[in-house]
């Protein structure tokens, strides 16, 4: 199997705080769900952001093998990645505004489009969208399940709703990459099992998934491999089924707590 993203030596250190990566090397395949496991504070979301350039790394190399031709560009890169965050701040605006915002930053549109979008967008007003954005937004809403919602304010969706309007944010820019930092933390069994049904399809269409969870019940469910992240290193990792196979390692065991090792 190909190599889509390829980590090595990773470290990042935040300005007068501490080092959260010291070394990280990693491996993501092509078409896999890969998840990062690990305590509170271990660098997960830290990892996630200087994968998808919001940090840059103090040492270190990520490679990017996307499959479709790149200029190598540091936009032409983050354009084939979405991330989902820890907590999606959603805009101050419709559910249909929220998703095609992240549309109208990547697609390459004619010009002229992105000009008036630009000046609408930044108003908050795209009130009279472009039938190629108005479908790809209808089939993200539908996507995670919230057809009806598009008109309605962001800020009258419950948490699971905001969350799926944030993922639906990430799919309609059909990512190679999507990274989903603990997407379905806080969120209801209901909501939980849908948002992983979103994510199975999205990886079934081709989407390389990066999942940050501390769910182990859910890492079971949807990872193909996954890696356990401790004080910015990773400490274990291998195919889902041999990771958590009782009695487990040492760091495994300690994590994930022994009664779910089976
Ligand atoms: N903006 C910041 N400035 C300084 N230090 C930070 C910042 N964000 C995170 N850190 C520190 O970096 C380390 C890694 O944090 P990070 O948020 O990446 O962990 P995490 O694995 O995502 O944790 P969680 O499971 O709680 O989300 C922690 O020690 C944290 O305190
Ligand atoms: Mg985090």
């Not at 889509?4 to 007068?16: D, E, N, Q, T």
């Not at 598009?150 to 990430?170: M, N």
């Not at 019940?217 to 356990?228: E, F, Y």
């Given at each position: 199997?190909?190599?889509?993203?390829?980590?090595h030596?990773?470290?990042?250190?935040?300005?007068?705080?501490?080092?959260?990566?010291?070394?990280?090397?990693?491996?993501?395949?092509?078409?896999?769900?890969?998840?990062?496991?690990?305590?509170?504070?271990?660098?997960?979301?830290?990892?996630?952001?200087?994968?998808?350039?919001?940090?840059?790394?103090?040492?270190?190399?990520?490679?990017?093998?996307?499959?479709?031709?790149?200029?190598?560009s540091?936009?032409?890169?983050?354009?084939?990645?979405?991330?989902?965050f820890?907590?999606?701040?959603?805009?101050?605006?419709?559910?249909w505004?929220?998703v095609?915002?992240?549309?109208?930053?990547?697609?390459?549109?004619?010009?002229?489009?992105?000009?008036?979008?630009?000046?609408?967008?930044?108003?908050?007003?795209?009130?009279?969208?472009?039938?190629?954005?108005?479908?790809?937004?209808?089939?993200?809403?539908?996507?995670?399940?919230?057809?009806?919602?598009?008109?309605?304010?962001?800020?009258?969706?419950?948490?699971?709703?905001?969350?799926?309007?944030?993922?639906?944010?990430?799919?309609?820019?059909?990512?190679?990459?999507?990274?989903?930092?603990?997407?379905?933390?806080?969120?209801?069994?209901?909501?939980?099992?849908?948002?992983?049904?979103?994510?199975?399809?999205?990886?079934?269409?081709?989407?390389?998934?990066?999942?940050?969870?501390?769910?182990?019940?859910?890492?079971?469910?949807?990872?193909?491999?996954?890696?356990?992240?401790?004080?910015?290193r990773?400490?274990?990792s291998g195919?889902?089924?041999e990771?958590?196979?009782?009695?487990?390692?040492?760091?495994?065991?300690?994590?994930?707590?022994?009664?779910?090792?089976?």
């Amino acid at each position: 199997m190909s190599v889509i993203l390829s980590v090595h030596g990773l470290r990042f250190a935040y300005p007068r705080g501490p080092e959260a990566l010291r070394g990280v090397d990693l491996e993501i395949r092509a078409g896999e769900v890969f998840a990062v496991i690990g305590p509170n504070g271990a660098g997960k979301t830290t990892l996630f952001r200087v994968l998808t350039m919001f940090y840059r790394p103090s040492a270190g190399e990520v490679e990017y093998r996307f499959r479709t031709a790149s200029d190598g560009s540091e936009l032409g890169l983050r354009r084939r990645m979405a991330m989902v965050f820890q907590d999606p701040v959603l805009l101050n605006a419709s559910v249909w505004e929220n998703v095609a915002y992240g549309l109208f930053l990547r697609e390459p549109l004619p010009g002229r489009l992105r000009v008036r979008l630009g000046h609408l967008a930044r108003r908050l007003r795209l009130a009279v969208p472009p039938s190629k954005l108005e479908a790809r937004v209808e089939r993200a809403l539908e996507e995670v399940g919230l057809s009806g919602f598009a008109g309605k304010h962001a800020r009258a969706l419950s948490r699971g709703e905001a969350q799926r309007v944030a993922l639906a944010r990430a799919l309609a820019v059909e990512p190679e990459l999507l990274l989903l930092d603990e997407p379905t933390a806080n969120l209801d069994p209901p909501n939980v099992l849908l948002i992983e049904e979103v994510i199975r399809r999205a990886n079934r269409r081709g989407a390389t998934v990066l999942l940050a969870s501390h769910n182990i019940g859910q890492v079971r469910r949807l990872a193909d491999r996954a890696a356990l992240l401790v004080e910015g290193r990773i400490v274990e990792s291998g195919p889902v089924e041999e990771l958590f196979r009782a009695p487990g390692s040492g760091s495994i065991r300690e994590f994930v707590g022994e009664e779910l090792l089976t």
